[in-house]
């Protein structure tokens, strides 16, 4: 029988154990959310009259923690409606319940002694074949199941996820030593497919591998910073986005995880490490003791390395200074290997830039860096198989553009190891053979091919990668382009399937994108069964052009303007009507004309976190390529035949989730918002995304496919449009709208009401793609849209006038 996780528990409704719950509920599993029982009322609890046996009372920690992962931003729901799929209990009436799961998850305090107990109890109840696993950060897995029997300790194993679990890539996964190679492998694959995870095989050791390797590259940072002289702002500025690193680079990062929680980690590998040099690596600073003394953690207690604070000119942010224990205002770094590393085009150039330029900024880079990928080989084969999971643990768990070994091969191995001998480094064995073997660098990629990886003693092996993970920028290296322009490309996707995929700049939608779906239409009705839309950059497309629509308006060019709309319309109606399956597949933001591009396709297939929308009225505009028509045709596709009063609250919708620019948060609720049928597919890992896109697409094509078929649409018309409008009165007279905000919502109430029509009129889609490019045009010409524009264009923000 194949397993299956149906139901599963969460043991502990603290942080980490509330958002996991949530996030097997996004999924779509049950779970029960278990947490101890308070021995003591609380004020509130007396004031109900509630007593110690109070179900509420019993359960208040697994409420606290549910209604905690409800209120979470970012969201820890995919759709708030999920967590009714969560069900608050305690760990202790609700013990034999245990038997209903087929996964139960440990997120009880990191404490050795806690977690044995609780696991005995769960020995106790759980069904023999249910799978038992520990969400700590750093406790050992073997020392976990002393006690337990070999059949538990069997299907026990260590799912370390990374806060907050529905975002964080990253799942590391440690098999104990009697671990059931089966469940190790079915965790991996469920980790991947249904939770949407990138899974890494750790071993059982302190920490494991992202945080063992994170934890000693922010503690080398720490030592280098006070050896160079520098302040933490100054170290941010090098150690954020010009490093492949985030934002928030070290020391933000450090504020909104918590310093005691740094402290805990780092104090739990020098306590569980044997060697004297490592336990000495991981030391933390005075400053480090001193701050958690003073309670300054970070986010979470007001102040940390930074501090925000209220001045005369409104909020500053302040960095604490490390040498006189108070906050100054911020400083800017000088630093010629900053500005010339952030003047390169890559990555790769710019980290070689930081490294090897002729500052104490540069000095600095190189220290901590050299320090860390050092200490990783040093720890390669001890703290994970391969140098692949070392890299995306950094990358998933850490938000690394690159990992350590891409790093150093991006820095050039060679050279960066003749710079480390002469400096007195000693050099790990297992970069001394990679060396010795004549190769220069960790990975060997050749254009089209499967990336190669070193394993050590001078041996390489193809990176193991699941078939159905597609990556375009392989298949276009292979040649399997079939027509390309400046913006867009059509890529033979295998089984007879073409990918056409947006490479403009942010993936815009202008002429030549336009000019390529057109083709697209062509190439697969003569040659292809069937069509995916997609593409890997960071958002799938944030719309049309702006700049260009911006500056024919203001050069008065309305005809061009008007062929401009009119063409795009056409194009997205030749796609939604060709001879064959088309699949759109949005992924993170699917804005404006990104949105209008997925909606004439037969089936969407969205990444789990697709943030999709139509967001025109925000730069003064209503949708143009059909958006509206789309968003009605879906809001009233349900609705009963005989048209009366009910169709209004469906072209309300419609109306509402356009006019205030609604984005959806994740896949689900853009189907709550009427932008997704029920049809439409979610991907819960993105890397998967194309492929299931395709799944779909060959198996409409198989099915014997009919192309769509141009239906009528009703339309609630003039009496249905007074009443939207005098709902616009109420807003603008309520000061929440401005008068353009209002004359913007009369063109969009027009459009989705069909015009100068009796309630009930059945209208053409032609005859709504003319009234909304009508409205479109008119708005364009309006200064203050215009003025809209600029400014989005200008601060990336929208401005309300
Ligand atoms: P937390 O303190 O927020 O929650 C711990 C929960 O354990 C609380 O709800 C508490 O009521 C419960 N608890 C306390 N004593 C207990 C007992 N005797 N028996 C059963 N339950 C008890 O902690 P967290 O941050 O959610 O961490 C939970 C686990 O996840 C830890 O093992 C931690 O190392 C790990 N982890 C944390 C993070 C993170 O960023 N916070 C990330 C990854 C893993």
């Given at each position: 029988m194949t397993r299956q996780i149906r139901k599963a528990a969460v043991l502990g409704a603290g942080v980490m154990g509330a958002a996991i719950a949530a996030h097997l509920a996004n999924v779509g599993i049950p779970v029960l959310l278990l947490d101890i029982v308070p021995n003591e009322l609380t004020e509130e609890e007396k004031k109900k009259g509630?007593?110690?046996?109070s179900r509420q009372v019993r359960n208040r920690f697994s409420l606290r923690g549910l209604e905690n992962a409800r209120k979470a931003r970012p969201a820890a729901f995919y759709d708030s409606d999920d967590a009714a799929l969560v069900e608050p209990g305690n760990l202790v009436d609700d013990l034999p319940r245990l038997a209903e799961c087929d996964w139960i998850i440990e997120a009880v305090v990191e404490n050795l002694a806690v977690k044995r107990d609780v696991l005995a109890k769960v020995e106790q109840h759980a069904r023999p074949d249910a799978i038992v696993s520990s969400n700590t950060s750093g406790i050992s897995i073997a020392a976990m199941v002393e006690g337990r029997s070999e059949a538990f300790r069997k299907r026990f194993l260590g799912t370390h996820f990374f806060n907050p679990p529905r975002y964080m890539k990253l799942l590391e996964i440690i098999p104990g030593p009697d671990t059931d190679p089966d469940i190790v492998a079915f965790m991996q694959r469920f980790g991947e497919r249904e939770l949407g995870k990138g899974v890494v095989l750790a071993k059982?050791?302190?920490?494991?591998?992202a945080n063992r390797i994170g934890t000693y590259g922010l503690l080398r940072t720490l030592d280098a910073m006070q050896r160079f002289g520098l302040g933490v702002d100054e170290v941010d500025a090098l150690t954020g986005p010009v490093m492949g690193r985030p934002k928030s680079a070290t020391f933000r990062t450090l504020d909104l995880v918590g310093l005691d929680t740094f402290v805990h980690v780092a104090n739990n590998v020098r306590d569980s490490v044997s060697e004297s040099w490592e336990k000495k690596a991981f030391e933390l600073p005075d400053y480090i003791l001193k701050m958690v003394e003073n309670r300054w953690l970070g986010e979470k207690t007001g102040q940390g390395f930074f501090k925000r604070e209220r001045t005369a000119s409104g909020k500053e942010i302040l960095a604490l200074d490390l040498n006189t224990f108070e906050y100054r205002p911020r400083k800017k770094l000088q630093s010629a290997s900053l500005e010339k590393a952030k003047a390169q085009t890559t990555l790769e150039r710019k980290l070689q830039a930081l490294v090897y330029g002729d500052d104490d900024a540069s000095r600095f880079i190189w220290t901590v860096l050299k320090e860390t990928l050092l200490y990783t080989a040093r720890k390669q084969g001890e703290i994970a198989d391969d140098i692949v999971a070392v890299d995306n643990a950094m990358k998933w768990g850490?938000?690394?553009?690159?990992g350590p070994y891409e790093t150093w091969d991006a820095i050039g191995l060679e050279r960066s190891v003749a710079r480390m001998r002469e400096e007195g480094d000693e050099i790990p064995p297992f970069v001394e053979e990679l060396l010795a073997s004549g190769r220069t660098s960790f990975y060997e990629r050749k254009p089209g091919e499967t990336p190669r990886f070193y394993v050590g003693k001078g041996e390489y092996r193809e990176i193991d990668e699941p078939k159905e993970i597609i990556s375009l920028g392989r298949l276009k290296e292979a040649g399997r382009v079939v027509r390309r322009n400046t913006g867009a490309s059509l890529i033979d996707i295998g089984d007879g399937v073409v990918c056409l995929e947006f490479h403009s700049l942010k993936q815009a939608i202008g002429p030549d994108v336009v000019e390529m779906i057109n083709i697209a239409v062509d190439e697969v009705e003569q040659n292809w069964d069937a069509l995916v839309i997609a593409n890997?950059?960071?958002?799938?497309c944030v719309g049309a052009n702006l700049l260009m629509m911006l500056m024919e308006a203001q050069a008065g060019h309305w005809d061009a303007l008007d062929q401009t709309v009119n063409e795009f319309q056409q194009t997205l109606l030749r796609l939604k009507y060709m001879r064959k399956p088309v699949v759109a597949a949005p992924h993170a933001m699917a804005l404006g004309g990104g949105a209008e591009v997925c909606?004439?396709?037969?089936?969407i297939q969205a990444a789990a976190e697709t943030y999709i929308g139509l967001v025109e009225v925000g730069v003064g505009l209503i949708p143009g390529g059909g958006g509206n028509k789309e968003l009605l045709i879906r809001a009233v596709e349900n609705v009963p035949q005989n048209i009366d009063e009910r169709l209004d609250q469906f072209v309300r919708r419609a109306f509402e989730t356009i006019a205030t620019a609604k984005v959806s948060t994740s896949a689900k609720e853009a189907r709550k918002l009427g932008f997704?049928?029920?049809?439409d597919g979610i991907s819960v890992n993105r890397d998967y995304q194309i492929h299931d896109a395709k799944t779909v697409a060959l198996s409409l094509a198989k099915a014997g496919y009919q192309p769509q078929v141009p239906r009528k649409i009703p339309v609630v018309g003039e009496s249905g449009a007074a009443m939207l409008k005098i709902g616009v009165f109420g807003m603008k007279k309520a000061g929440y709208i401005s008068e353009h905000d209002e004359k913007i919502a009369h063109h969009l109430i027009r459009v989705l009401t069909g015009g100068a029509v009796p309630r009930g009129t059945l209208v053409t889609e032609q005859y709504l793609l003319d009234l909304e490019r009508e409205a479109f045009l008119s708005l364009v010409g309006e200064p203050k849209t215009q003025e809209r524009m600029q400014h989005m264009l200008m601060t990336g923000k929208p401005l309300r006038n």
């Open positions: 509630l007593t110690l046996e059982d050791t302190p920490n494991f591998i850490f938000n690394w553009e690159l890997q950059a960071p958002n799938f909606f004439p396709a037969d089936r997704l049928r029920d049809s």
